[in-house]
């Protein structure tokens, strides 16, 4: 009998995984933020998976987190402003041999929760695949992509990545898993904050290349600084391939102001602009660009943090 799965978070990657994981016959919880969400849930038949145009509903057991029973494995797919305060309300549910996997966007959380759970081993993921929420409880699988996955601390695989491979999550197990973050932060601190600012797709941003050129030019910089020469090499040319790619999305950060949501933004541009002050590093153009996101922010009354 596999190990249960426990899946914190109903968005557009948790359900992406609970359902797959499902599907594949393995055990699943999906953890919900209090009674109120639950009794939305259970007021349907589960999950729904919109893969090729083809629905799929899966029937995932939901519970909130004062459920009984421990917790051995932990997927931790919210938002990174919510993944310390969350996971803090499942400590006591958490075995002694807890695993978490932490798939949130850019950096800061990951240690955040890892220092709250010195007994527990967590793994750091990174995903590239897309997918978002046609409605509640119902999520569209945009787009295949990879998920690396890496331990700081032990660099020894786990067994569940057979899990994922019976699920088919393509994944890879990553000796140098903070490369990896580094480069998408980088990716997302290029690409993200300009198509708020300049309220377009991906592909708006071939209208702005020496903007890009120069953020990308100042990126580079601050991941040398910190030790992350491979994170760096190339920046620019992945980053202009990334819009060209991806020309017709809107950005997660775009779809999250659009929508009236929080964003990441302290876990991404304000976590490399915090980063840069504590090595003493000049950047003037991210620097200017953190402060008009927040005016932006401000200006359309969402939070700032």
């Known amino acids: 009998m596999s190990t249960l799965w426990h899946v914190l978070g109903a968005g557009s990657l948790g359900t992406l995984w609970a359902t797959r994981l499902t599907r594949a016959g393995l055990p699943v919880r999906l953890i919900l933020r209090d009674r109120s969400r639950l009794a939305s849930y259970q007021a349907v038949s589960g999950l729904t998976l919109v893969e090729q145009g083809q629905a799929h509903t899966y029937p ?15 997927l931790v797919a919210c938002k990174a402003y919510d993944a310390q305060g969350a996971v ?74 057979e899990d994922l491979h019976a699920a088919g999550i393509a994944h890879e197990w990553s000796t140098d898993i903070l490369t990896r973050l580094w480069r998408k932060l980088a990716l997302n601190c290029a690409i993200n904050p300009l198509t708020v600012i300049h309220h377009c797709r991906n592909g708006g941003l071939q209208d702005h290349r020496c903007e890009v050129a120069i953020l990308c030019s100042e990126l580079t910089q601050l991941l040398d600084r910190c030790g992350q020469p491979a ?63 927040v005016q932006h922010l401000d200006a359309h009354r969402l939070p700032i943090d």
């Open 60 to 74: 995932v057991i939901g519970e909130t987190a004062d459920s009984p029973g421990l917790i051995h494995r932990l």
């Open 231 to 293: 994170a760096a090499h190339n920046l620019q040319a992945e980053v202009e391939r990334v819009i060209q790619a991806t020309a017709a999305n809107y950005s997660s950060m775009y779809q999250d102001v659009a929508n009236g949501r929080r964003t990441e933004i302290s876990y991404l541009l304000g976590y490399a602009c915090r980063v840069a002050l504590r090595h003493q590093l000049s950047l003037p153009h991210l620097q200017q660009l953190q402060v008009r996101l």
């Open 88 to 161: 803090a309300q499942l400590a006591h549910r958490l075995a002694p041999d807890a695993e978490l996997i932490l798939l949130q966007n850019g950096l800061g959380s990951q240690d955040a929760v890892a220092a709250q759970l010195p007994q527990a081993r967590c793994v750091f993921a990174s995903s590239t695949e897309g997918a978002y929420r046609e409605s509640e409880w119902r999520v569209v699988f945009a787009g295949h992509g990879y998920t690396w996955l890496g331990d700081v601390n032990h660099p020894t695989p786990p067994l569940w990545l």
